[in-house]
């Protein structure tokens, strides 16, 4: 007759419970928010078989004594997995995999990696991402034509760095089918020289006239691209991360890792749209999958482009465009639509809302559909939230919104901003704090691929509004700031919130998951370089040790 | 601190086994096959938390003393679970919430039913199956004229009881924009009149002309037809089916019911194509998934249509519609790309092929793509395998096909199938017993809900080649009849092995999982008239009771 486990376990119960089944990290620097924000401190950590914190050990508390395994870690930091509050899991593995132009700083250095890459990669398409023609100074957008000159054989499809944009070659625009009588689709734009004709880059929707050109990506390629994207996150210490805007593909794809075992981060799952969410996760959301590893349980919803591609729809023009607004992706009345039908299944709302009018509409639609559902918890998010009209700010307190926002988009987009928006309109622009003292609650994350998944960098970018190379001098719009307590609760306690798993995630305790990384230095005492600085030795997850450095 | 089990169970390692873990079912008329296909008896049958059995006891051998719980059966008849090798889950559970149509008798008793049913259903649209013209003795297909007499408000959509046909009128044929200048599509037809004006039925691919207008089932509506289509399965005594040409919607709605705890049968899922495998499971086979209840692990590749409508594709004409040899519907060409495609990343083929061409297409591709994988376990399917050509016989020996045949096809398309073929064709028709005696694997289904999806028919026409009426006296062609052990195996053993499943279900032994049913009579001892009366008492899966009648 077999016996297993799980008889035994029947037969365990009679006896005597056992402290040594727990395991203990011991001799650490430990640090951790409690539900509060409010620090605590630590030397030691025990955890048992499932992933789950039995205790929090000080100094002189007495430890087991046999535990059934034993760490010691020098006196190193420990501190809670971090959470990206805002990420595109998919789009950063495949970001790893395809031509990365996102550190480069002028139009020919961009021409010459491209070249270098397709002599390098013999695939069909020359696919990458990450250009930006603000920092390579060009005063306009790139054009086929300068493509054409260093790859004409194959199709290019280069993505802006903010997602918002696509450059292509003319050989990628002969493929699609792109000709100068090609119109505008609703909510994009086709740039087209004097004579109409285009000239290689597509704003917002019209970017899906080349994209829908692209081959699908195999399911082969879903794996590596996921995995790439696990390492990276791991590696940079996050354990816990919102994917904004799932696809079915992109579902399977988690589906297939987690079954397999090869799941070791955790993902917050919103479907990228109402019909998604429903053909996912039917009449509401997932449970907690694979040890709280994986639940779609909300839905994302776009209402306009971004700010560098003029697509943020504004109240008023842009500052460094008369007669443009940007672009409003969905009427008052179909938003309320798709948020009635998603609330009514229990499906958490985020909206991406960038300019100041989109803000303006998502606050309305919030107001409108809070009302049918007073008394429940819904944490409403808004995603990015970056431009508020200040007449708005103390809308989030009193419908309990959410602004998910990216600290180092305010300081990338910096300068483009002030363009963009001119003086008046800064006020309510990455207002982080302002949200706060108007009652609203926040979240951070780095909408990795678009920037680096790298949580360091926006903690040091939420308490300085500086960038890595400490500009502007005191801040920018520094009555902005928040206290480094309140940028690593974004990143942690105030994430979890956001995506209704604060009850497992986000800080160390008992009962919450054993999340942790081993850091090089302790963030609460790091100048804010430094900070950005910081090397992750370890990251856990689960109470198993996920990543390590290479050697 | 917190106490879990798994901390016990490690605990617990050090402890005496203890026996009394198991539950004990007893007093039981015990039955099974062995995995050579001989009768096993036994009197009790232990099985764990698992649901793994852990021993069949006979009436001598001692019970332990105090069994985690035990249940006294008053001697009824115990079997293993049934095992369906063909069938469609959500089109039985569709089915089972459409209009049911399969038991009319005429054209008139079909169309006061649909007349009641639309009075009755204030949906959008109406949809049903189960038609069949030569059962009604109409000597025509139906027309959207009979069906406007009873409904011409509304849309009205019905597939004929083979799924490879659909009928519809006036107001599902405008809604759908067909016309008398649609065209035919590639493997399809419309019927028309004499002047070339659709009539209102759709053959094969045709169909797809009408479908795309039906709006798509909800995910609530998906799921209301997943628990229908497993209370149909239990409450026959299926506790483990094949899913034959799954979605990637079946797929989530599957997802969606194993993550909730609500999936209770076992499902072998089988691809709707290349893509779709590709996309679900990516580079191979999905694991077992909750506790073995569900796995994709091969695909389903369509190479004709069925006989009834003449879609079945034949080496000559039909003998009722000469000039008429049915449908292909890939190249060879196709079909070897298909199977590369799918055998490459280590998917089984399940190739469906109803005419003798077809099959011989089938094992021609079969023959060509083994011949890459000498030694490797393929276990290649033939789905149907209805009309083989005498010499293409020997090849489902030579090459380890498993025909995946199903009995009720038989007698429910006897005199059909001598109208379409003519008596020299019958020769390979339904030929179950010259598969066995050529050397190849045999595996029963129902192809619910193309039939009834209740096993003790097809199992009662396996070893009689009569139907419910006892027709024809001493079996059609009986020289094709298999033995009434062999008919079971067919639904048990030899299904599991289909699906790579007979190391888990199919039949009762230790180290297997427990799934079985009771019933109301002995299945050896029964005529074959008491054998298809047998009614189920309960049905247990994993060691679970699952079903029992309402009371």
Do not use: C
């Amino acid at each position: 007759m077999k016996l297993i486990p799980q008889m035994l376990a029947a037969a365990a119960i009679l006896i005597a419970p056992v402290a040594h089944a727990d395991g203990l990290v011991d001799n650490v620097n430990g640090i951790t928010l409690d539900e509060k924000g409010e620090i605590v401190r630590f030397n030691g950590i025990m955890f048992n078989r499932e992933g789950i914190v039995t205790a929090l050990l000080t100094p002189k508390q007495r430890r087991p004594k046999k535990p059934e395994w034993k760490l010691d870690m020098g006196g190193r930091l420990l501190m809670p997995g971090l959470i990206d509050a805002h990420g595109h899991v998919m789009g950063l593995g495949f970001q790893t995999l395809q031509l990365d132009l996102s550190g480069t700083r002028s139009l020919d250095e961009a021409l010459k990696k491209i070249g270098d890459y397709a002599a390098a990669n013999p695939t069909k398409w020359i696919m990458g991402r990450g250009w930006n023609q603000e920092r390579w100074g060009l005063g306009r957008f790139p054009t086929a034509a300068d493509l054409d000159r260093v790859v004409s054989d194959r199709p290019v499809w280069l993505e802006r760095v903010d997602g918002h944009a696509g450059w292509a070659n003319t050989r990628a625009m002969t493929l699609a089918g792109v000709s100068p009588s090609s119109k505008d689709p609703v909510g994009g734009r086709i740039e087209r020289d004097a004579k109409g004709v285009p000239t290689g880059v597509f704003i917002d929707a019209a970017a899906a006239l080349i994209q829908k050109a692209v081959p699908n990506a195999t399911p082969r390629e879903r794996n590596a691209a996921f995995l790439a994207a696990q390492e990276s996150l791991l590696s940079v210490g996050v354990t816990a991360t919102t994917d904004m805007g799932t696809t079915v593909d992109d579902w399977l794809t988690y589906r297939r890792m987690g079954d397999l075992g090869l799941m070791k981060f955790r993902i917050m799952s919103y479907a990228g749209g109402v019909d998604t969410a429903l053909a996912v996760a039917g009449q509401g959301p997932t449970p907690w999958l694979y040890s709280d590893r994986l639940r779609m349980g909300g839905i994302k919803l776009y209402l306009d482009g971004a700010l560098g591609s003029r697509g943020a729809w504004l109240k008023a023009d842009y500052a460094d465009a008369p007669g443009q607004k940007g672009l409003g992706f969905l009427s008052d009345d179909q938003l309320l639509n798709l948020m009635s039908r998603g609330t009514m299944d229990n499906f958490q709302l985020a909206i991406h809302a960038i300019g100041d009018r989109a803000n303006n509409q998502a606050l309305n639609a919030i107001e409108v559909v809070a009302d049918s559902y007073k008394g429940d918890d819904r944490r409403w998010r808004i995603e990015h939230a970056q431009v508020i009209d200040p007449a708005d700010l103390p809308r989030f307190g009193k419908l309990g919104v959410i602004a998910s926002m990216q600290p180092t988009h305010q300081t990338s987009d910096r300068t483009m901003a002030e363009a963009r928006l001119g003086p008046d309109r800064l006020k309510g622009a990455y207002a982080w704090r302002s949200i706060l003292q108007n009652g609203g609650k926040l979240s951070f994350g780095s909408d990795f691929p678009v920037e680096s998944p790298n949580p360091f960098a926006g903690w040091a970018a939420a308490f300085t509004r500086q960038d890595a190379d400490m500009q502007p001098f005191g801040g920018w719009r520094p009555e902005e700031i928040v206290t480094r307590e309140q940028a690593w609760a974004g990143f942690s306690i105030w994430a979890a919130y956001a995506g209704f798993a604060e009850q497992k995630i986000g800080r160390l305790a008992p009962g919450m998951r054993a999340d942790f990384i081993i850091l090089d230095r302790d963030p609460l005492l790091a100048s804010p370089s430094e900070l950005r600085g910081t090397r992750v030795l370890e990251t856990w997850v689960n109470g198993e040790r996920v990543w390590m450095p290479k050697k």
